[in-house]
């Protein structure tokens, strides 16, 4: 597919940057862009020498300002209902890559936006940012996932505090409240989102999907199941090369060279 409202690429160490560029409507989503994130998610989970993806917004003032009010505001029910469906699934998509994601939140992430970045693995935060579930204001309520993902990242009495209030929060009190992982001068945004990966992806690459996979599976199935779920990928973690190498290297004083297998 080719793109016209966001950038795609993909560098040296295997590291997607997907840019949403649409700067002069603040990034907003429109269902267009939103097709066009989903096929650069599935472009990363893919594409076996992308091993992680930076998510960021064009300009220095907004990541995404939300979907697209001006699309919103024509909606039927129904295409309503189908307008949230495709981007809970390209959203969903995003979560479930296997692959270590950030989102660069380098502005406002209002709405869609914030939907978005937390369908990311995490999220830095530039200092300027502003984060909130807006759409109350607009009669409507979040449809990208923002009344599941919020209360599981920062619990239920201060989701429901962004989601009824509909205000936004700055970066430092997103910070504070575990919505974000960090906050860092907006130039240094990018350079701390590409080294923290750099760190993760230095780590065993099979175990890091095992790790994404298990947290994700037990966040919904409970504790008991959850842990079944995790012995079972342990299992499958001491069948791999990498645990091989990761345990030998220890044993010799060494770094490990992880292959992946
Ligand atoms: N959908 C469509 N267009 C949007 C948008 C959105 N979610 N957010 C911003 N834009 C557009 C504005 O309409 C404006 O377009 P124009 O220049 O053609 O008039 C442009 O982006 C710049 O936005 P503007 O409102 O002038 O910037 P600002 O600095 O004064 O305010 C915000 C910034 C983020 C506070 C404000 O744009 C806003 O409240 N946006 C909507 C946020 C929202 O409710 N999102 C959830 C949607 S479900």
């Known amino acids: 597919m080719a793109y016209s409202q966001i950038l795609f690429e993909a560098d040296e160490h295997g590291i997607a940057l997907i840019t949403v560029n649409r700067p002069e409507k603040l990034n907003a989503l429109s269902g267009s862009l939103?097709?066009?994130?989903?096929?650069?998610?599935?472009?990363?989970?893919?594409?076996?020498?992308?091993?992680?993806?930076?998510?960021?917004g064009a300009g220095d003032k907004a990541f995404v300002a939300g979907a697209d009010i001006k699309e919103l505001a024509a909606l039927s029910a129904i295409e309503a209902r189908q307008y949230a469906l495709r981007g809970q699934q390209a959203f969903r998509l995003l979560e479930t890559l296997g692959k270590p994601s950030v989102a660069a939140v380098n502005g406002y992430a209002l709405g869609g936006g914030l939907e978005l970045a937390m369908a990311c693995t995490v999220r830095f935060a530039s200092e300027n940012a502003r984060l909130g579930q807006p759409e109350v204001k607009l009669g409507i309520i979040p449809g990208y996932g923002g009344t599941q993902r919020l209360p599981r990242l920062v619990g239920r009495g201060r989701a429901l505090e962004l989601?009824?209030?509909?205000?936004?929060?700055t970066?430092?009190?997103?910070?504070?409240?575990?919505l974000?992982?960090?906050?860092?001068?907006?130039?240094?945004?990018?350079?701390?989102?590409?080294?923290?990966?750099?760190?993760?992806?230095?780590n065993a690459p099979l175990a890091l999907g095992l790790v994404l996979e298990s947290v994700d599976v037990g966040l919904d199935i409970g504790l008991e199941a959850g842990m079944r779920f995790e012995a079972a990928a342990f299992g499958i973690s001491a069948a791999t090369e990498d645990r091989r190498e990761g345990?030998?290297?220890?044993?010799?004083?060494?770094?490990?060279?992880?292959a992946g297998k």
């Open 34 to 56: 939103v097709a066009e994130l989903r096929d650069a998610f599935e472009r990363v989970a893919g594409e076996s020498a992308i091993r992680a993806a930076i998510v960021t």
């Open 163 to 169: 989601l009824l209030s509909g205000e936004a929060v």
């Open 171 to 178: 970066a430092a009190e997103a910070h504070r409240i575990g």
């Open 180 to 202: 974000v992982n960090a906050v860092v001068p907006q130039a240094e945004l990018l350079g701390h989102s590409r080294s923290w990966l750099h760190k993760v992806m230095a």
């Open 247 to 258: 345990t030998r290297a220890f044993l010799e004083k060494r770094s490990p060279a992880f």
